[in-house]
């Protein structure tokens, strides 16, 4: 039976995830928890190697099935590389992006069907689900300059959902305000307008109170 406890990080491109999912590993270590912090896709080296097939915006041939067989291939990977001996070992787990992400971005985003989603979900993920997971929400607009600054930043070479339209991005966020209804018991839903010390706090607070 795994003792651990795993948390996930969901928002839009720019929502201050994993600034955020950085700060609660540093607020859990210093009350001496052990933590693993992970990424999805990406997580492990076969993870890493498969990230960058799927954010690569040269790749444009990739069809939508593809792609949604690759973000489950990294995931598997990572499962059960990384985070069930984590929490196995009874550590506390964190991860930027699971399950939740594909459902809406290529769900609800590329239209592919949600029962094809959880279908692979149980393959790659045999049974393993997030006991809590932060949403942290904010609006189009913010989303897309954060990411457009992001990426004049360090770069395009990881921009390929990014590069997608408008119209793709209102429908993930769409998707995930219909998961945060869907699951209120698992996804805890924060507004990401609010400072960054706000935010964490806000995390702190749902973290004590359901964890
Ligand atoms: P991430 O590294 O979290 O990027 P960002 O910091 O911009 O949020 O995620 C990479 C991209 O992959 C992001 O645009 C969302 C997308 N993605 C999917 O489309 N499906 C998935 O299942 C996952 C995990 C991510």
């Known amino acids: 039976m795994a003792t651990g406890r795993f948390l996930t990080f969901e928002g839009m491109d720019g929502c201050g995830k994993t600034t955020q999912l950085r700060a609660l590993a540093e607020w859990f270590r210093q ?26 915006p040269a790749n444009t041939a990739i069809f939508p099935r593809t792609e949604l067989l690759l973000y489950f291939a990294s995931r598997a990977q990572n499962v059960e590389e990384v985070i ?47 006991h ?22 360090v770069g ?27 699951f209120p018991e698992r996804i805890v839903l924060i507004d990401g307008r609010a400072t960054m010390a706000e935010v964490t706090r806000l995390i702190q607070e749902a973290v004590l109170e359901r964890v």
């Open 31 to 56: 009350q001496g928890r052990s933590v693993v912090e992970t990424v999805e896709p990406g997580g492990t080296e076969i993870g890493r190697q498969i990230r960058k097939v799927l954010l690569d």
């Open 84 to 130: 069930r001996p984590a929490l196995d070992r009874g550590d506390l787990v964190l991860c930027d992006r699971f399950t939740d992400s594909t459902l809406v971005y290529q769900g609800a985003g590329r239209g592919l069907q949600a029962p094809v989603v959880r279908e692979l979900d149980r393959i790659a993920c045999q049974g393993l689900e997030p």
């Open 132 to 153: 809590l997971t932060i949403l942290i929400d904010i609006d189009l607009e913010t989303s897309l300059l954060r990411a457009r600054r992001r990426n004049a930043k």
């Open 156 to 182: 395009q070479d990881e921009s390929r959902i990014d590069d997608e339209s408008a119209a793709f991005h209102s429908k993930v966020r769409e998707g995930y305000l219909e998961l945060a209804a869907m």
